[in-house]
């Protein structure tokens, strides 16, 4: 699969390189706009999903340009779903620092997942954490 945006695809197969957030972005741009997502629900989407093909990149797949992440959506009446796949061996997501806590808040990471849960209405974590699902509700 190639890795720009022609025309909405439903999966997207990105390099682990930061210059895939910008066909990311292109293509969150695009579905949001041919599924008539909301503006307040778009910069949820944007926001969250970005986070998590980031952590993707930089901690399941270690910045390897040799390994991808997969990026998928499925909408319907009630929800907008993404799958963010990486090739990595996953982490412990049910013990993850406060990223609000005084000790922590001068930290540069930790807060993708805060933010991802915070910005949807569920996140699940799948093969120890190297595959997440994001549901949005519409």
């Known amino acids: ?20 957030l910008l066909i990311l972005e292109k293509w969150i741009n695009l579905l949001c706009e041919k599924h008539t997502i909301s503006s307040e629900k778009y910069g949820n989407v944007l926001i ?58 001068e930290t540069p990471d930790g807060r993708g997942i805060f933010l991802m849960r915070h910005l949807s209405d569920d996140v699940i974590f799948h093969n120890e954490g190297s595959f997440v699902e994001i549901i949005f509700e519409l």
Do not use: Q
């Open 48 to 105: 969250a999903v970005t986070e998590a093909v980031n952590n993707a990149i930089i901690h399941g797949n270690l910045n390897d340009i040799n390994k991808k992440t997969v990026v998928s959506y499925k909408v319907n009446n009630h929800s907008l779903t993404f799958y963010v796949k990486d090739e990595g061996v996953g982490f412990d997501f049910n013990n993850l620092p406060d990223p609000t806590d005084p000790e922590n808040i």
């Open 1 to 20: 699969m190639p890795n720009t945006v022609d025309s909405i695809l439903n999966e997207l197969l990105l390099s682990s390189e930061s210059k895939s």
